[in-house]
């Protein structure tokens, strides 16, 4: 018998061992997505469903932009692969440069993976690899922070700061600690933008280099905006007050920002919309509007510095992925790019931040609604659970928005919101209406 590679199994979702889902749940009412178009996906019984949060954070330009698929269809046509080490093709070069001027000042070189958890897991590498370039071996320590997302590779999960994420996978990374999180619910509730209390848990860096010795830290990671932990906002002042102790320390600082970069807030990275500038910053998603999996971490030109007049000229930083700048991940990218430019995606979240927070803000009052956060194009809802139902009630209002065709996402008890950046204000009210509709249906 031979294989037909186009013959359909129909309904049959045995095999595929799903990522974050309870499979068994999930397969007993699946939720399978068949085609998207600008602000719609369209669901395998036929129904267009508003997407409330770009895919998972990441496709900003909207979906089916012909600009990117023209792009990666003329790639693959002309070359489908190029060796990763000691080679090279041109388009990872003009995009690398490319990507260098949408950063702030002092961050002008990129490395480029296939993924956030991988952006992580280089951006963490570097840093240790730097101070021992350096001389400075003993900075072995890192430093994450409660309610820290960084992925879900060994690192990242170390640095991470969420149980269920870390308890089945043993001992995880030496030498890591944590910072307190920035979520004060009984001080900052229904607060729209950047909560007034929580600068001094900055301080809390103070008192891991007192314990520890600033001498045994390699680096500090944060989201400078934590997404899936449900929007949480940093405090005013919390970046800068961190950015000067670590600089304070010679501690470098990580912005994870593989949600927030590429216009999410209203600025072309979270950095710059703070005014705090790290020494490495993780992308990934938006870069290429998720088109094809890529990831890059970008770095200060002290970093790459120290490794181009390092000891040994011929290792340098050893390391990097087969796909690494794969042809049609840069392709996409380059097309997202330029779309991004050419439609003023990267601010368009600004001009819609007002209409935003009011939309959010018209939740408030509904039942169960205990916080509203929002900034830029993002929004948390955190609902109130169940007594001894931790997070059903928000998994309920999901499930009851697919059915009246939105798609949110919801992380424990928080709805989390992100939609492309292309919305109109007419889908924004859309969204709300439907969302306070399902959150009135839930019980
Ligand atoms: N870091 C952050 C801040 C993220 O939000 C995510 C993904 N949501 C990751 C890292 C991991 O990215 P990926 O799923 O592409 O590995």
Redesign the pocket.
């Known amino acids: 018998m031979t294989f037909d590679p186009h013959a359909p199994v129909a309904n049959d979702l045995t095999a595929f061992w799903m990522p974050f889902t309870a499979n068994r749940q999930f397969k007993g009412a699946p939720r399978l997505l068949v085609a998207a178009e600008g602000m719609h996906y369209t669901s395998h019984d036929g129904r267009a469903i508003l997407d409330g949060t770009a895919g998972?954070?990441c496709v900003n330009a909207g979906h089916g932009r012909r600009e990117i698929v023209e792009a990666v269809r003329a790639m693959a046509g002309q070359l489908d692969y190029a060796p990763a080490f000691q080679m090279g093709h041109p388009l990872a070069f003009d995009l690398a440069n490319r990507l260098v001027q949408g950063m702030p000042e002092g961050i002008d070189h990129v490395f480029f993976t296939n993924?956030?958890?991988e952006a992580?897991e280089t951006a963490l590498k570097i840093a240790l690899a730097y101070h021992r370039t350096r001389g400075e071996g003993s900075r072995t320590r890192l430093i994450g922070r409660e309610r820290g997302?960084?992925?879900?590779n060994f690192g990242?999960i170390s640095v991470g700061g969420i149980v269920n994420n870390r308890r089945l996978f043993g001992g995880l990374l030496g030498g890591v600690d944590h910072l307190p999180h920035t979520h004060l619910p009984e001080r900052n509730a229904f607060t729209p933008g950047q909560p007034a209390h929580g600068a001094h848990l900055a301080d809390e860096l103070e008192r891991l280099v007192a314990l520890h010795g600033a001498e045994t830290i390699a680096a500090v990671i944060v989201?400078p905006m934590a997404?899936?932990t449900g929007v949480l906002l940093p405090p005013r002042g919390y970046l800068e007050r961190l950015r000067e102790i670590t600089a304070k320390h010679g501690i470098l600082l990580i912005f994870?920002e593989?949600?927030t970069a590429f216009g999410r807030l209203g600025s072309a990275t979270a950095a710059e919309h703070f005014g705090v500038t790290p020494d490495i910053l993780t992308t990934?998603?938006a870069i290429n509007n998720a088109a094809v999996p890529m990831?890059a971490t970008f770095v200060t030109g002290a970093i790459h510095d120290a490794f181009m007049t390092g000891p040994d000229h011929l290792i340098e930083l050893f390391h990097g992925y087969t796909y690494s700048a794969h042809p049609l991940a840069c392709a996409a990218a380059m097309a997202t790019q330029e779309l991004y430019r050419a439609e003023g995606l990267l601010t368009r979240a600004r001009d819609l931040e007002a209409a935003w927070a009011d939309a959010v803000f018209s939740l408030k009052g509904l039942p169960h609604v205990i916080d509203l956060r929002c900034m830029g194009l993002i929004a948390g809802i955190e609902l109130e659970p169940r007594p001894g139902e931790a997070g059903k009630r928000a998994f309920e209002v999901f499930l009851k928005a697919y059915e009246m065709g939105l798609l949110i996402r919801v992380t424990g008890d928080i709805i989390a919101l992100s939609p492309p950046l292309i919305i109109e204000p007419g889908q924004i009210d859309q969204l709300f209406g439907t969302l306070a509709e399902a959150i009135r249906a839930v019980p």
Not at 149 to 152: D, E, N, Q, R
């Open positions: 998972l954070w993924s956030g958890s992580v997302y960084h992925g879900v990242g989201e997404g899936s994870d593989v949600i990934a998603k990831g």
